[in-house]
């Protein structure tokens, strides 16, 4: 049995997640998925029990709660939401401003301070990268000063392989680079025109990828599609089987 658990962000959903979330989630296990990564589903409809009861029903677990960047007071919500579903991961993507170094330096702060809250609670707080946190600014990065200015025990990274790519580093060498520090991973491919792709199916080295991978203290593998031209069915079903049969988690 493998030792990671494998889980689906929802975004590739769009708006359906909120319209019919029984419906996803049932593709979602009928595809093999252990779980789902989303954001603050708790919109006045359901209760945090009543979510955890509908995921239960369907054999899946919340693997991690999704966020953007905003006030402390936003923060808190996500969190508590987070401590209320029994996740115990929180990724946010985004910072308060990318043009400076300086930027990335105030985004530390109040990721130390979440950081903090989180970790009180028993949840890993994790930075989502994209790939404009790899402009280059004189010798370093944007993402190597958000991680240089922040507590590697209340912050950690949540690396994605595609904007990795996109960013144009190698993601099995960054992911080794930054073992220590990677708590959840978002696997997603990239077609040779730069489109989003089905795990397995485009450029990336995942060979090289899960050597790496062995190497981290990680939990969840979550597909992180943004965009298909396919089905959001098809392409979460092609994703969970290569994982599942080439890469024998």
Not at 5 to 12: D, P, R
């Amino acid at each position: 049995m493998s030792k990671y658990k494998i889980g689906c962000g929802l975004i590739i959903y769009g708006a359906r997640q909120n319209s019919d979330l029984p419906g996803v989630l049932a593709e979602l296990s009928a595809a093999g998925y252990d779980g789902i990564e989303a954001g603050n589903l708790n919109n006045g409809d359901r209760t945090p029990d009543e979510i955890k009861t509908l995921l239960a029903s369907h054999n899946l677990e919340l693997a991690g709660v999704h966020t953007g960047y905003g006030s402390i007071e936003q923060f808190e919500e996500a969190v508590r939401f987070t401590e209320a579903m029994g996740s115990r991961y929180l990724m946010v993507s985004g910072v308060g401003g990318q043009d400076t170094l300086e930027d990335y330096q105030r985004s530390a702060e109040v990721f130390n301070e979440v950081g903090h809250r989180c970790n009180d609670a028993g949840i890993k707080f994790c930075y989502h990268n994209h790939s404009w946190e790899f402009k280059d600014f004189g010798g370093t990065t944007g993402l190597v000063t958000l991680y240089e200015s922040t507590d590697p025990t209340l912050v950690h990274a949540c690396v994605d392989t595609y904007w990795v790519q996109h960013g144009g580093e190698d993601p099995a060498a960054f992911l080794k680079q930054y073992a220590d520090r990677v708590a959840y991973l978002h696997f997603k491919d990239m077609y040779a025109d730069g489109a989003f792709g089905e795990v397995g199916h485009g450029i990336l080295n995942w060979e090289g990828i899960m050597d790496a991978v062995s190497g981290i203290d990680a939990e969840w593998l979550t597909v992180e599609q943004d965009r298909t031209d396919k089905t959001p069915k098809e392409s979460a079903t092609m994703s969970c089987q290569y994982m599942r049969q080439t890469l024998g988690i």
